[in-house]
């Protein structure tokens, strides 16, 4: 388990460095990091799949290193390398085109795909230790045709690491500073956090989701108070006064609201994560799309995370036994898990996710944008199921 400290990779600034074969981008995660990290060789080709570490790095913080396979890569198996770092673009908060500047033909047409996917990236121009010089007019044109800054770097000697690490922390987004509980609680708010013991959660450990809530409270001045739903009246009659807010497991939600004080305010884990890795209103929309579902429809229900399953799983059992109950028994409940999505969610009636603790925030709005995109109302567990128990309204929303 992730303790308190310890950043979550879900959590962490995911860059990615995407150029051809030997333009060096192993040497420069390397150089960057100060690690042997990735393999280095002279053979065209050494990285074959998207290879990810967990870094801090000065002046960003934590981050995710991404190195890819090269985009020039040829053949059927270098099509599927290439497809493969394609995919590495929807989880990429921030890219790094690496370059020998011999030609820019490839890098153009990536730098148009990042364009595309919103994802700011800045050019790093490699082997400049090679180079007698670096002429001004070429970093000029380079910066024409890729739209982006170009810094000079060399892997094997230092040079602009600087340059190259300072421009990056200014390319990181705003989305990663959020709080994952938003305008909900603030320093001094007494919170009281109800969190089920169930069989999904791992023995001795509490899922992430609880753990990311905490330390956000514990950042924020607050007071947390944690409890299991049987031990809710005794924890409510040990406060002075009632908390400002309770964060529930989605699953009690209809329990925990008929206990819950006069004036306080009640929210979710899930419903949390909904807010911080994707869109809210629209997962709030969607969830309307159940109310004119029926037994001919099509529901995909996704996790982020590939866990076994056990009895009484939420995804797999209790949100599709929810809805059958109120569609009918017919209804086609479909399910994926981890990185596996349909490219193509248009034959769905509605997209129902989980709450994406795995999954950066870049990643699983690249979901939201395909199911927009697509005509395909998406939603989330807690948002699920707060609508289906009838208390969505009184549910707090960051």
């Known amino acids: 388990m992730n303790g308190l400290n310890n950043t979550p990779r879900s959590e962490r600034l995911h860059i990615a460095l995407f150029g051809r074969r030997n333009a060096g981008k192993s040497s420069l995660i390397n150089a960057l990091t100060g690690q042997q990290i990735a393999i280095v060789s002279d053979v065209a080709g050494t990285t074959t799949d998207p290879v990810s570490k967990s870094m801090e790095i000065l002046p960003l913080g934590p981050c995710v290193l991404i190195d890819t396979a090269g985009f020039d890569d040829s053949g059927a198996v270098g099509d599927l390398r290439t497809e493969r770092t394609r995919e590495v673009i929807k989880q990429t908060d921030i890219a790094i085109l690496v370059t020998d500047g011999t030609t ?24 400049v230790d090679l180079m007698p010089e670096v002429p001004s007019t070429l970093l000029t044109d380079m910066a024409k045709r890729l739209g982006c ?10 040079t602009g690491l600087d340059v190259l ?25 007494t919170v009281l956090l109800v969190m089920p013991q169930d069989p999904q959660a ?37 406060l002075h006064e009632p908390p400002h807010l309770i964060i529930t497991d989605s699953q009690v939600f209809d329990i925990v609201e008929k206990k819950k004080p006069e004036g306080t305010l009640l929210t979710s884990f899930s419903v949390l994560m909904a807010a911080h890795k994707g ?25 982020a995370c590939t866990h076994a399953p056990l009895a009484e799983d939420i995804g797999r059992e209790k949100i599709p036994r929810m809805l059958r109950q109120r569609v009918g028994q017919g209804l086609t409940v479909d399910i994926v898990a981890g990185k596996d999505f349909p490219p193509d969610v248009t034959s769905y ?41 009838g208390i969505l309204g009184k549910v707090s929303l960051p």
Not at 206 to 215: F, G, N, W
């Open 349 to 389: 009636d509605l997209v129902i996710h989980c709450g994406g603790c795995m999954f950066n925030r870049k990643f699983m709005l690249s979901r939201v944008e395909q199911c927009r995109r697509q005509g395909t109302p998406m939603t989330n567990y807690g948002i699920t199921i707060a609508h289906i128990k």
């Open 202 to 238: 791992p023995k001795g450990r509490l899922i992430l989701p609880q753990v990311q809530t905490l330390r956000d409270l514990m950042d924020k001045g607050c007071i947390a108070i944690c409890c299991t739903t049987e031990d809710i009246d005794r924890a409510l009659s040990s």
């Open 165 to 189: 690490r300072s421009t990056l922390a200014g390319l990181m987004p705003e989305s990663g500073k959020q709080s994952l509980t938003g305008n909900l609680a603030q320093a001094g708010d």
């Open 149 to 158: 800054d170009v810094i000079p770097v060399s892997a094997m000697n230092g």
């Open 279 to 303: 869109d809210t209103r629209f997962f709030v929309r969607s969830a309307m799309t159940i109310d004119r579902l029926t037994e001919q429809s099509r529901v995909l229900i996704a996790e």
């Open 104 to 127: 820019l033909d490839d890098e153009v047409a990536w730098a148009t795909l990042l364009k595309q996917a919103n994802v700011p990236y800045v050019a790093a121009l490699n082997k």
